[in-house]
């Protein structure tokens, strides 16, 4: 089978390719760069002959990159709702979105939210938690700041609860969700268990051999300041919206995988 894949340069999507040639199909790789008229469905009509599938993975956690405003909603809402506009014309029903589960009122979750309200019923909606794996940006940091000996976090960031999940079964289960008979309606991707962002870094500490670090509470103040230097200066995934979206949990009730097997612990494999 033919499967299309919108960002597959990404994190998620890279990963989702190599899981479909292993599943034996061919992934037809897509990115929105530049960013042209994908709100209009018939932008993506040349994208979709010959496919017999669509998985949706573009995203960004910061608005109007690349001189593009307002782009989360463009990434997040306008742009996959015209692409499964443009499948139903073409009479493909096997499509994909991968959202997130966050909550706050970020332009970052609006959009995402949009995009979800959007698509319900029209779509297999992905909603993963915190993802983790090779050439993850989030885990990559979190795996940095894993070799500290002290640990230097903001309240709202040490608080809270992530659900990790192995971009690995990430990828294999947008695969299975992708090509099952029986349509799914969605999925709340998230890994066997919760805790806090500042456990997590503890526990991938044990887990490269080091005891717990030291925590230290960051003054809001200094916080602030340096989320809003992330906004100016995008050298990682720290700014504004990062720091509004950790002032919320993402964590539920571990639903129905749409793989056969268990996930994997998050401590189960390279965190960058």
Known sequence: MKILVIGAGGFIGSHLCRALAEAGHEAVRANLRPITDWEQPAAWQP??????????????????AGGVADLLDLLHHRAPVALAQACEGTGITRFVHVSALCGGVSAYARSKHAGEVALAGRACIVRP???VGVGGISSRMLDLLARLPWLPLPAEVARCRVQPIRVEDLAAGIVAALLSPQPLASWTAVGPEAATVAEWIDRRRLARGSGPARHIELPQALTRASARLGDLVAVGPWCSTALELLAHDSSEPQAQSPLSRPLRDAMEGAWA
């Open 47 to 64: 994208l979709l002959a010959g496919v017999q599938g669509v998985v949706y993975t573009a995203g960004c956690l910061r608005d109007q």
């Open 129 to 131: 938690s915190l993802v």
